[in-house]
């Protein structure tokens, strides 16, 4: 599975963003689209995450600023960011869980997009 991630980039306190990724190769299911992040000196964290069934999880400092969607037809995945904090500041990666839905799952990563927010 490829994943191509798009939509970073250097924004003002307040502003928003819109991450998208698309994940293309796999012959079976792409069953969770999610994004995670990673700041330096930190861990990589779980951001939003959406189920193929359209269920979703956000990291709690995100609520109500951040939507994440999905197209299924397309196989992608789309994080609107509103009201971008300067501890939003990371490299944004677009995460696929790929499922042949009886035996096993296999985990996915795209290359990464930078998110800055100047204060």
């Known amino acids: 599975v490829q994943l191509q991630a798009s939509g970073g980039g250097l924004v003002q306190a307040g502003e928003s963003l819109t991450l998208s990724c698309t994940a293309s190769?796999?012959?079976?299911?792409?069953?969770?689209l999610a994004w995670y992040r990673q700041a330096p000196g930190n861990l990589r964290e779980l951001v939003a995450g959406?189920?193929?069934?359209?269920?979703?999880n956000y990291k709690d400092s995100v609520k109500g600023r951040f939507t994440i969607t999905r197209d299924n037809a397309k196989n992608t995945v789309n994080l609107q960011m509103n009201n971008l904090q300067p501890e939003d500041t990371a490299v944004y990666y677009c995460?696929?869980?790929?499922?042949?839905?009886?035996?096993?799952?296999?985990?996915?990563w795209g290359q990464g997009t930078q998110v800055t927010v100047s204060s």
């Open positions: 995460n696929a869980e790929e499922t042949d839905g009886a035996s096993w799952t296999r985990e996915h």
């Open positions: 190769g796999s012959r079976f299911t792409i069953n969770v």
């Open positions: 959406i189920t193929l069934g359209g269920s979703t």
